[in-house]
C-alpha cells in the first residue's frame, strides 16, 4: 500500500504553504503530493484566505523544489483549459519535475468557481462529459505522437489542425494518467480506455469496493491487457489520544464520530485497521486529504506510526 498526500488549497494557502507540505511530505517518504484543481473555496473556511493558486504553477514550482516526491492532480478540470494548451503544460511540468508527474483529470462540476471567475461551464452534464472525453482523446494523442510526426483531430467540440504534437513529456510514452468518480458506466469505460490509475473519492468502503469492480468489469469487456492500479482518496485525522484526534477534527470543522465513519480518522491503530479495509477491497493507493497545511507532525504521526505497520 502507498501513501500519498493530498491538499486542498484553494480553502486557503501560499505556494510556501503547500511547499512546506510537500518537503514535509517528500523528507518523510510519502510517495507522492497531490493537490486538488480550484479556483474557490468550498464551506465556510476563512473564505479561502489568500486566494487561490493555480494547480499547474503550483505544481511547476514544486518540481523545481523537492527532487523525489512524484506530483499530481486530483483532478484537473477539463473546463479550465484548452486540451492543446493544457498538453503542452502538463509536458513542461513533467521535464521540468525529472518525470515525475502525475495526471488526475476530470470533466470538472463546481459551477460557482466558473460563474465567478468567467470560465464557460456546460450546463449539461452529457456535454460536459462529451467534452472530457475528446480532450482524454487529443490530451493522450498528442503525447504518444511519435516525434517527427503530425497529430490532426476532427471532434464534435474540439478540431486541431496538423500540427507537431510537440514537446513531449518525459516520461515515456506518457505521465500515468488518472481517472476518478463513481459513475456506474461512463466513468469505467473512460477510464478502461484511457487510465493507468481508477481512483474513488471519498465514498465509503463498500461504495469504493463496487466502483472498484464496475471498473475491472469495464477493463475486460474492452479487452485491455494493460494493468489498472485502484486508489482511494480519504480525509486524514489521527491522534496519539483522544484529546489530539479531537484538536485535529476541530481545526478543519469537523466531528470525530462523522469523521470516522467516513474518513481516516482515530489512532494509528485505527488508520491501520482502515487502510487495510480499503487494501482487502482492492485498493493499491491511498491519497491522504490533509486541509490543515501548518500540521506537519500529522504527516510526521502517520509516517512514523501507521507506514511501518503497513504491508
Known amino acids: 500500500m502507498r501513501l500519498r498526500i493530498f491538499l486542498e488549497p484553494q480553502q486557503g494557502a501560499t505556494y510556501e504553504d503547500q511547499l512546506a507540505v510537500a518537503k514535509a511530505a517528500e523528507d518523510l517518504g510519502f510517495d507522492a503530493l497531490f493537490r486538488s484543481d480550484h479556483y474557490l473555496h468550498m464551506g465556510d473556511r476563512a473564505g479561502g484566505l489568500p ?4 494547480a499547474w504553477i503550483t505544481l511547476a514550482g514544486l518540481a523545481r523544489d523537492t527532487s523525489r516526491i512524484r506530483l499530481g492532480t486530483l483532478m484537473t478540470a477539463a473546463t479550465f483549459r484548452y486540451p492543446g494548451p493544457l498538453a503542452i503544460t502538463v509536458a513542461q511540468v513533467d521535464r521540468m519535475s525529472g518525470g515525475r508527474v ?4 476530470g470533466a470538472g462540476w463546481f459551477e460557482e468557481e466558473h460563474a465567478v471567475y468567467g470560465i464557460p461551464f456546460p450546463a449539461s452534464g452529457r456535454e460536459r462529459f462529451d467534452r472530457y472525453e475528446e480532450q482524454l482523446d487529443i490530451i493522450t494523442g498528442l503525447w504518444s505522437t511519435p516525434v517527427g510526426d503530425t497529430f490532426r483531430y476532427e471532434g464534435k467540440h474540439y478540431r486541431l489542425a496538423e500540427g507537431p504534437a510537440l514537446p513531449k513529456p518525459l516520461q515515456g510514452p506518457r505521465p ?3 481517472i476518478g468518480g463513481t459513475g456506474p458506466k461512463r466513468t469505467p469505460r473512460l477510464a478502461a480506455k484511457y487510465a493507468d490509475e481508477y481512483n474513488v473519492p471519498f ?3 463498500e461504495d469504493t469496493e463496487a466502483a472498484f469492480e464496475r471498473t475491472r468489469a469495464a477493463v ?3 479487452g485491455r491487457t494493460a494493468p489498472m ?3 482511494a482518496a480519504q480525509v486524514l485525522c489521527v491522534g496519539r489520544d483522544e484529546a489530539e484526534i479531537s484538536r485535529r477534527a476541530g ?3 469537523r466531528e470525530v464520530p462523522e469523521l470516522r465513519e467516513n474518513g481516516l480518522a482515530g489512532s494509528p491503530g485505527e488508520l491501520v485497521d482502515r487502510i487495510g479495509r480499503f487494501g482487502a477491497a482492492g485498493a493499491e493507493r491511498m491519497y491522504l486529504q490533509v486541509l490543515d497545511m501548518a500540521d506537519l507532525d500529522h504527516l510526521e504521526l502517520v509516517a512514523s506510526q501507521v507506514v511501518p505497520q503497513l504491508d
Open 203 to 205: 465514498s465509503p468502503l
Open 51 to 54: 486566494g487561490p493558486t493555480d
Open 229 to 231: 492500479v485502484y486508489s
Open 220 to 222: 475486460r469487456d474492452s
Open 176 to 178: 500515468p494518467v488518472l
Open 251 to 253: 481545526r478543519i470543522g
Open 102 to 105: 502525475e495526471f488526475g483529470f
